[in-house]
């Protein structure tokens, strides 16, 4: 269990990159984990938490919320619009907006409910084909179209190609924000968190170096 470990390198970066201590959001990514290492993260005072999928986070953050206070939830996988409903009712930050389909169900919504999650647009940076996320080039329309709509734009996010050098593409999200006026950068993996603070990142989602690797 390295959560000290990873606070103490993300400030670190923080002094590096010459940004306050923290300005950077650590988001501990418990997708798959077991519920005893989520207990030991959470019994160390960290609160905030990513997962990739409604249904797991349904199934298991209950349980938790009623021993531990103040735990915020930021969803971080693909969004289906069927499951749009239950993603606003247990998440606190939606990082994956990246269609105008879910837009539009996520600020029906929010019009039904007064209220909705901060939400990221999520930029497919590297321009993969199999990659959820709006093209760079499609990125300014999008965001104008969710701002129409009133959602709660905070940021961007994005996940690098996996074996590219991430610094471009965090400067290309960065780019993108900046003039777009939105402050949120939601960047940096275990991998990679660093680079990502030095690139002005504000929500690092790192999970296996914090929990231990996802697979066995
Ligand atoms: C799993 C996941 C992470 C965390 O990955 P690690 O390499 O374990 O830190 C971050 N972001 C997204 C979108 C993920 O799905």
Partial sequence: MSLDHIRQRLQQAETAAGRP???VQLI???KVQPAARVAAVLEQGH???GENRVQEAQGRWPDFQAPFDGIALHLIGPLQTNKARAAVQMFDAIHTLDRPKLAQALARLAQERGACPDLFVQVNTGAEPQKAGVMPDAADDFIAQARAMDLPLVGLMCIPPVDADPAPHFALLAEVA????????SMGMSGDFETA???GAT??????????ARDG
């Fill in 203 to 212: 929500h690092v989602r790192v999970g296996s170096a914090i929990f231990g």
């Fill in 21 to 23: 201590a923290g300005a």
């Fill in 28 to 30: 501990a990514v418990s």
């Fill in 47 to 49: 609160r905030l938490f």
């Fill in 178 to 185: 900046a003039r777009n006026g939105l402050a949120g950068l």
């Fill in 197 to 199: 603070v030095a690139l």
